[in-house]
């Protein structure tokens, strides 16, 4: 026993500094509106959305209604800076149930690159990933990919999931794959 509380000693004594470095969180709370591609958000109201940023990333929870029975969704945190795109990531996704309501979570570290959202966008925009957790403008953006199809659903609900379109205009709002819906989370 003496040497399970020792160890337990010894973790919070490692754990305090580092704790203690972080500056502290702050929360924001944004509609999820609807979402137009190339014009910006609606009007319409589907639900909310939270961020959590720290010094070390930020933290999402997107709430949404009115989506499509069985619709595979994907979440995209895209990064601004000084108003414009400078990196698009995957966040979250899964298939919708019955009811259309769906809710996602996802982090992103300052520095994390990984999920990048295509290989064209990035040539076009980059990937530079979070820089300033505090600071950056936040998007999560809702992409709505079809009807789940069975040994696909993978790909559907991991990535931009625009097989065989190279052209980034279609990319971002094909038949197959468009952004309906966002929630803006403005920098300090």
Not at 130 to 137: F, N
Not at 150 to 174: K, M, N, Y
Not at 185 to 188: M, R
């Given at each position: 026993?003496?040497?399970?509380?020792?160890?337990?000693?010894?973790?919070?004594?490692?754990?305090?500094?580092?704790?203690?470095s972080?500056?502290?969180?702050?929360?924001?709370?944004?509609?999820?509106?609807?979402?137009?591609?190339?014009?910006?958000?609606?009007?319409?109201?589907?639900?909310?959305?939270?961020?959590?940023?720290?010094?070390?990333?930020?933290?999402?929870?997107?709430?949404?209604?009115?989506?499509?029975?069985?619709?595979?969704?994907?979440?995209?945190?895209?990064i601004?800076?000084?108003?414009?795109?400078?990196?698009?990531?995957?966040?979250?996704?899964?298939?919708?149930?019955?009811?259309?309501?769906?809710?996602?979570?996802?982090?992103?570290a300052?520095?994390?690159?990984?999920?990048?959202?295509?290989?064209?966008?990035?040539?076009?925009?980059?990937?530079?990933g979070?820089?300033?957790?505090?600071?950056?403008?936040v998007?999560?953006?809702?992409r709505?990919?079809?009807?789940?199809?069975?040994?696909?659903?993978?790909?559907?609900?991991?990535?931009?999931?625009?097989?065989?379109?190279?052209?980034?205009?279609?990319?971002?709002?094909?038949?197959?794959?468009?952004?309906?819906?966002?929630?803006i989370?403005?920098?300090?």
């Open positions: 026993m003496k040497i399970v509380l020792g160890i337990a000693a010894a973790l919070v004594a490692l754990a305090l500094p580092l704790a203690a972080a500056g502290p969180a702050s929360q924001q709370a944004a509609d999820v509106t609807g979402w137009v591609e190339g014009q910006g958000p609606t009007t319409a109201v589907y639900g909310t959305a939270s961020l959590v940023r720290n010094d070390n990333g930020i933290s999402m929870t997107f709430r949404t209604s009115e989506i499509p029975a069985g619709e595979a969704v994907t979440i995209w945190w895209v601004l800076e000084n108003g414009a795109p400078v990196s698009a990531q995957f966040a979250a996704g899964h298939v919708v149930g019955g009811s259309g309501i769906a809710s996602f979570s996802g982090h992103l300052e520095g994390d690159t990984s999920g990048c959202f295509s290989p064209e966008f990035t040539a076009a925009v980059g990937c530079e979070l820089t300033d957790a505090q600071t950056q403008t998007i999560l953006l809702a709505f990919h079809g009807s789940a199809e069975p040994g696909r659903i993978p790909i559907q609900i991991h990535t931009p999931e625009t097989a065989g379109v190279t052209d980034l205009g279609e990319q971002l709002c094909s038949p197959l794959a468009c952004q309906y819906q966002a929630a989370f403005p920098g300090a």
